[in-house]
Nanobody, 126 residues
């Protein structure tokens, strides 16, 4: 059974950093397109970052470009999102997601991701 479990969320002051982790079980994380989405209260879920499965090409939303970094750890079979210079507007529930295995490229659309974690809350506040 394919499963994704996020961790690493919490409360942080503006300008601080957090590292989110997404542990995969039932599949090899290197073989799947992995993305991070977030959803703030009253807003739609939006794509934050993505890493493709073949060429390790990474994508970032304009709002996080230069501050967030997505990565994969083959040994631990995890994906991660390093978040620096956090802002109050980064406050949201963060989800990791994986596309079906026959897709190799990233997509910004929620509907194109088959597997989802349960989410981890990130709150940026002083």
């Amino acid at each position: 059974q394919l499963q994704l479990v996020e961790s690493g969320g919490g409360l942080v002051q503006p300008g601080g950093s957090l590292r989110l982790s997404c542990a995969a079980s039932g599949f090899i994380v290197d073989d799947y397109v992995i993305a991070w989405f977030r959803q703030a209260p009253g807003k739609e879920r939006e794509g934050v970052s993505c890493i493709s499965s073949r060429n390790e090409i990474t994508y970032y939303a304009d709002s996080v470009e230069g501050r967030f970094t997505i990565s994969r750890d083959s040994v631990k079979n995890t994906a991660a999102l390093q978040m620096n210079s956090l802002k109050p507007e980064d406050t949201a529930e963060y989800y990791c997601a994986a596309r079906a295995p026959y897709y190799y490229d990233c997509s910004p659309y929620v509907i194109e991701y088959m597997y989802w974690g349960q989410g981890t809350q990130v709150t940026v506040s002083s």
